[in-house]
C-alpha cells in the first residue's frame, strides 16, 4: 500500500524557521509496523503504514479497539505493557525509532517525537508547577538556564497562556481543563519536535474549549512545520482539522488518503459507516410539535445544589408524553443534577416536580412504586452502570421484580426488554464484562425499560460510547420514543441534540438561557450562548454520494460485519 | 488479564475472565498451601478414627519411649502421644474457624454498613471499632478468660470480637468504593430497600477483600487458641489439645520430644498453609478487585 517515499533529512534541529518552505517533505514514515501482544501473540496493529508530510496533520480515525492508540504510542517507540513492536520501522526524520535502544529513544522523545494524552488532568504532575514541568520537557543541557526560560514564555505565549512568572508558579489543579490541555500542548512543543502525536486531546472538552484547542493545535503545527498525527474516533473533529485522514479497523489501515477524498468519495464501507454515525447539526426542516394540555412531568422553579453552593437556579422544564427534551449544557452547568432530581437521586431542592399532576418527593424512597416504576434512569457510564457479579438476566429482573412484581415468564420478561434495546435474548446469560461498553449501555437501557417507564431520564448515554455507537443508541432511543415514552435527554452534544430533541432547554451555569422548540432554537439561537454552541461545533457536511440516504445506516453494519 | 487484550478483541470476548479461585490457583504458593492445610486438616478430622487407642486411655509409663504398640511414647501420664495428637487437632480448628468465621461476618456487616449509610452511624461503628483495636488480641483474652474463667464459647467470641473491626475497616474501604459505582445508585433510583442494596449489590462485590481477610483471620485465630491452650487458658484436661500437649509435655522434652514436636510441626505447618492460600488469594484480589475497565 505504501510507496517509501521518504526523502532523506538531513537538518533536525530547526524545525521551526524553515517548517513552511520546506512542507511536502514527509517527516515521519511508518513503514510495515506490526505490534503484538503478549501472550498471545495477536496482532494488536498489523503491518501498518502511513506517511505524514512536514506542517501537515494526519487523522487517524477508528473506533475503540481498533489498535489506533497503540499506533500513536509506537510511534514513540514506547510499548503499553505486553505489548511488543515486532516487525516494521518509524521513521523519524530519517532516524528508525524502532531500531534504537531505550537510551537513544528517551533522547529523541520530546525533541523529535512528542505526546499529547487524552486526559490532562492525569498527564501533569500535580505535585510539580508548572514552570518545573514545562522546563523538564525541553531538557537540553546545552542551553543556558535564560534561555530554558524564554523559550517556555515564549511556547506560553503561542498557546495563549500568561507567561508571567505567577502562572509559572501554579499548579496543574488550579487550571481549567482547556488551560491543562493547552499546558500539553505547549510541553509537547516546547522542544520543537518532528512529529507530534495527538491522542484524542479534545475528548474530555467542552465544544467551545475543543474549538480554541483545535484552533491552537492547527496553528503550532502549521508554524513549527510539525508533523501532527491526531487520533480521534470523531470523524467530524477529524474532517475539520486534519489533512490527510486514515481509517483504521481492527489493527488495519483500510483507507488512507487526502481528507477532501476520504470524506467526499470513501472507499470502505466502514470509512462510510463512520462518517454516517457522524450527528449532523441540523438547523433547519424541524416539524413543530403540539404542546400539550397538562405535560407527564413539570418541573418549576427548581433550585438545586450541594450543601451551601447552589448549583440550579430558578429551574422550569416540561416534558410531553412521546416527547424527547434535551437538557444541553456544558460541564458544570448543573445538567446532571437536575436529571438526578427528577429521578430522586439528589435530594437537595426546592421547588416543585410533578409527575402525571403528582408531586414527585425528594428523594426515591419516598416517592411511592407506582412513581419510581414510571420515572427511569441510564447512567452516564455504562463500565459502572451495571453490577459486575449479576448476568444480564438478573440486571433486568432485579428491579422488575422490586417494581412490578414476580413475572409469571420471567424468561418472556428479559427477551421482551432486552429486544427492545435491540440485543439478542441469548444476552441475559452474560455478564457486564462480557460484553462491549455500547452491549452495556443496551443493557442499562433494556433494564430501564423492562418495567415500562413513561419517562425515561438519560444521562449523557453516549459520551462514554464512541459515534458509531452512539448513532445506534439514538436510533435506539428514537424507536422507543415513537412507542410512547417520553425521553429527558441530558447531553453537551449540540449536534445530537438538533436531531433526536423535539424541544431543548439550554443550561449555562446552573440557569436555563433558552428553552423553546429544536427547530426554532437551532434556527433563530436568541442567546448568544447558544450562539456560540452552535459557530463551535464543528462544521461537518456529507458530501460523498448516497449520504442522503442515511436510513441506510442498518445496510452498511451488516456489510462491515460480515 | 493485560491490558493490551482488550484492545485486540473488538468483539467482547464471551468467555468469562477467571474467578478469584481459579486466578489464585495459577499461583504456586496456594497449590502449596492447599497441599500443607489439607494434610492437617486431614490428620485433624479423620484421626478420631483411626487412633489406636482412646485419648486418656494409659498404655505406657510417663515419658516413656520405645514402648511396642505406641510409636511416639507416652507423655507425661503415660497416655499415647500418637492418639492424643490425632484427638488434639479437630477442637483447635474448630475453635479457629468459628472465631474467625464469626469475626469476620461481624466485622463485613459492620464495615458495609459504616460504608453504606456513613454520618453518625458511620462515626459511631468506626470510633467503637478504634476502643476495641486498641486492646492486643492476647492480653484482651487472657483479661477476660482469667476474669470469667476458660470456656469454649468464650474463646470462640473473645477471638472473635477482636477480629471484627480489623476487618470491619477492610470491609468499610471496600464498600466505600462500592458505592461510588453507578448500578447501587441505580438501585436507590428504584427504591430497593437499603437492607437490599448492602446485601444484593454491595456484598458480592466486596468478596474479594472479604475471602483474603477470611484468610488472615483463619490464621491469627489458630495463633490465639494454641497460645490460650498452652497457657492453661484454652481447652482445660484432659481434653486433649495440640495447645494443651504442649503446655503438658514441654518439661519432658529431653528425654520424649516428640509429644511437643508433634502439635508444634501441625500447628506450624497448618499456619503456613493458610498463609499461602491467603496470599495466593491477595494476590489474585489485585488483578480482580480493579474495579471497571475503561
Same mark, same amino acid.
Given at each position: ?562 | ?127 467503637? !471499632? ?74 458480592? !462485590? ?40 504442649? !503446655?503438658? !509435655? ?45
Amino acid at each position: 500500500m505504501t510507496e517509501n517515499e521518504h526523502t532523506e533529512n538531513t537538518d533536525t534541529g530547526s524545525a521551526a524557521t524553515g517548517g513552511a518552505a520546506r512542507s511536502g517533505e514527509a517527516v515521519l514514515v511508518v513503514d510495515g509496523l506490526t505490534v503484538i501482544g503478549r501472550p498471545s501473540d495477536v496482532e494488536i496493529i498489523s503491518g501498518v503504514s502511513i506517511t505524514v508530510k512536514r506542517g501537515e496533520i494526519l487523522g487517524l480515525v477508528g473506533e475503540s479497539g481498533s489498535g489506533k492508540t497503540t499506533l500513536g504510542l509506537s510511534l514513540l517507540a514506547h510499548c503499553k505493557r505486553a505489548t511488543e513492536i515486532t516487525g516494521g520501522q518509524v521513521r523519524v526524520g530519517g532516524q528508525d525509532l524502532a531500531g534504537l535502544d531505550e537510551k537513544g529513544v528517551r533522547r529523541l522523545r520530546g525533541r523529535a517525537v512528542a505526546y499529547i494524552p487524552q486526559s490532562p488532568a492525569s498527564a501533569l504532575n500535580p505535585a510539580l508547577r508548572l514552570g518545573v514541568q514545562l522546563r523538564e520537557a525541553l531538557h537540553d543541557d546545552s542551553l543556558s538556564e535564560q534561555d530554558v526560560l524564554g523559550r517556555v514564555r515564549e511556547v506560553l505565549r503561542e498557546v495563549a497562556l500568561p507567561d508571567d512568572d505567577a502562572f509559572l508558579r501554579r499548579y496543574p489543579h488550579q487550571l481549567s481543563g482547556g488551560q491543562q490541555q493547552r499546558v500539553a500542548i505547549a510541553m509537547a512543543f516546547v522542544g520543537r519536535p518532528e512529529v507530534i502525536v495527538l491522542d484524542e486531546p479534545t475528548t474530555g472538552l467542552d465544544v467551545t474549549t475543543q474549538a480554541h484547542v483545535l484552533e491552537t493545535i492547527r496553528a503550532m503545527t502549521r508554524d513549527y512545520g510539525t508533523a501532527g498525527v491526531y487520533i480521534s474516533h470523531d470523524m467530524a473533529v477529524v474532517a475539520d482539522l486534519a489533512d490527510e485522514i486514515a481509517v483504521m479497523y481492527q489493527g488495519e489501515v483500510v483507507e488512507r488518503g487526502r481528507a477532501a477524498e476520504v470524506l467526499s468519495d470513501p472507499r470502505h464501507a466502514y470509512t462510510r459507516k463512520l462518517l454516517l454515525a457522524v450527528p449532523l447539526l441540523r438547523t433547519s426542516g424541524h416539524e413543530e410539535a403540539e404542546p400539550e394540555e397538562e405535560p407527564l412531568l413539570r418541573v418549576s422553579g427548581l433550585t438545586a445544589g450541594y450543601g451551601r453552593t447552589k448549583v440550579l437556579e430558578g429551574i422550569d422544564v416540561s416534558v410531553s408524553r412521546g416527547e424527547c427534551v434535551a437538557l444541553l449544557g456544558e460541564s458544570g452547568s448543573g445538567k446532571t443534577t437536575l436529571s438526578r432530581s427528577v429521578a430522586g437521586l439528589h435530594h437537595q431542592f426546592t421547588g416543585e416536580v410533578l409527575f402525571d399532576g403528582d408531586r414527585l418527593a425528594t428523594s426515591s424512597y419516598r416517592r411511592t412504586a407506582a412513581q419510581r416504576r414510571r420515572v427511569q434512569y441510564v447512567f452516564q457510564n455504562p463500565y459502572e452502570a451495571l453490577n459486575p457479579r449479576k448476568r444480564v438476566r438478573e440486571q433486568i429482573l432485579g428491579p422488575y421484580r422490586h417494581l412490578v412484581g414476580r413475572p409469571e415468564d420471567p424468561d418472556a420478561v428479559v427477551a421482551e426488554s432486552l429486544e427492545r434495546a435491540a440485543l439478542p435474548a441469548s444476552y441475559a446469560d452474560r455478564f457486564p464484562e462480557q460484553l462491549s461498553g455500547g452491549e452495556r449501555q443496551r443493557v442499562c437501557i433494556a433494564r430501564a425499560v423492562a418495567t415500562d417507564p413513561a419517562l425515561l431520564v438519560c444521562d449523557e448515554i453516549t459520551s462514554a460510547l464512541d459515534v458509531s455507537v452512539q448513532a445506534e443508541i439514538v436510533k435506539l432511543l428514537h424507536g422507543l420514543q415513537e412507542q410512547g415514552m417520553a425521553l429527558l435527554f441530558v447531553t453537551h452534544n449540540i449536534a445530537l441534540v438538533s436531531n433526536i430533541a423535539d424541544r431543548v432547554a439550554i443550561l449555562n451555569k446552573g440557569e436555563i438561557v433558552e428553552y423553546g422548540p429544536v427547530g426554532q432554537v437551532m434556527s433563530a439561537p436568541e442567546h448568544e450562548y447558544t450562539r456560540a454552541l452552535i459557530a463551535d461545533t464543528p462544521d461537518f457536511e456529507l458530501s460523498f454520494p448516497g449520504a442522503q440516504e442515511r436510513l441506510g445506516l442498518a445496510e452498511e453494519e451488516r456489510a462491515v460485519e460480515g | 488479564m493485560s491490558g493490551p487484550s482488550k484492545n485486540t478483541t473488538p468483539k467482547a470476548s464471551v468467555r468469562r475472565r477467571p474467578g478469584l479461585f481459579r486466578t489464585a490457583w495459577r499461583f504456586g504458593r496456594t497449590k502449596v498451601g492447599v497441599a500443607l492445610t489439607a494434610l492437617i486438616v486431614l490428620i485433624a478430622v479423620l484421626g478420631p478414627f483411626v487412633a489406636p487407642y482412646t485419648p486418656t486411655e494409659f498404655v505406657a509409663k510417663p515419658y516413656e519411649t520405645g514402648v511396642d504398640g505406641a510409636l511416639f511414647g507416652g507423655d507425661n501420664l503415660g497416655r499415647d502421644v500418637l492418639t492424643r495428637f490425632m484427638w488434639g487437632g479437630w477442637t483447635l480448628l474448630l475453635l479457629a474457624g468459628s472465631a474467625a468465621a464469626v469475626g469476620v461476618a461481624a466485622g463485613t456487616v459492620v464495615g458495609i454498613i459504616a460504608g453504606y449509610r456513613r454520618g453518625w452511624v458511620d462515626d459511631v461503628l468506626m470510633r467503637t !471499632n478504634d476502643v476495641l483495636l486498641a486492646f492486643p488480641q492476647l492480653i484482651a483474652a487472657l483479661l477476660v478468660m482469667s476474669i470469667i474463667g476458660p470456656k469454649v464459647w468464650l474463646i470462640v467470641a473473645v477471638i472473635a470480637v477482636s477480629h471484627m473491626p480489623r476487618v470491619a475497616r477492610v470491609i468499610r474501604e471496600a464498600t466505600r468504593k462500592v458505592i461510588e459505582q453507578d448500578y447501587v445508585k441505580a438501585a436507590e433510583a428504584i427504591g430497593l430497600p437499603r437492607w437490599r442494596i448492602m446485601t444484593v449489590e454491595i456484598l458480592p !462485590n466486596v468478596t474479594s477483600p472479604l475471602l483474603v481477610e477470611l484468610g488472615l483471620r483463619l490464621t491469627y485465630s489458630i495463633g490465639v487458641v494454641a497460645v490460650l491452650g498452652f497457657l492453661g487458658m484454652g481447652l482445660q484436661p484432659p481434653t486433649a489439645d495440640w495447645g494443651l500437649m504442649i !503446655n503438658e !509435655n514441654r518439661q519432658g522434652m529431653a528425654v520424649q520430644p516428640w509429644a511437643v514436636a508433634l502439635p508444634v510441626t501441625a500447628i506450624a505447618v497448618l499456619t503456613v498453609g493458610a498463609n499461602l492460600i491467603t496470599d495466593g488469594l491477595s494476590r489474585a484480589a489485585i488483578g480482580i478487585d480493579r474495579g471497571v475497565e475503561k
